[in-house]
């Protein structure tokens, strides 16, 4: 499932819901390195660029490869984000 298209201005990628290792839900471009921690964060367009060695996008979460899973809608409605208008 996707949110939208990535609103950064060099990509075409989708804005799709992950569950981080610490279970947090944040948002993540699907194609470039843009993830934004919550949806505020994603309306005000304030993203991050997490980079090695510690891939962090707020303190205690992280995007570190391998440690990270696509979201589920169960996943997206335990996180609150049910009500928005999610495209399979």
Not at 24 to 53: G, Y
Not at 81 to 86: A, F, H, R, V
């Amino acid at each position: 499932m996707w949110l939208d298209e990535c609103p950064s201005f060099w990509d075409e990628g989708r804005v799709r819901p992950l569950v981080t290792e610490s279970g947090k839900v944040v948002l993540m471009c699907d194609s470039c390195s843009a993830v934004w921690p919550t949806l505020a964060d994603f309306k005000e367009m304030e993203h991050v660029e997490p980079d090695e060695p510690d891939w962090a996008v707020t303190a205690g979460v992280h995007v570190r490869p391998g440690t990270f899973r696509w979201a589920s809608e169960r996943d997206v409605e335990v996180a609150g984000m049910s009500g928005l208008k999610w495209r399979p």
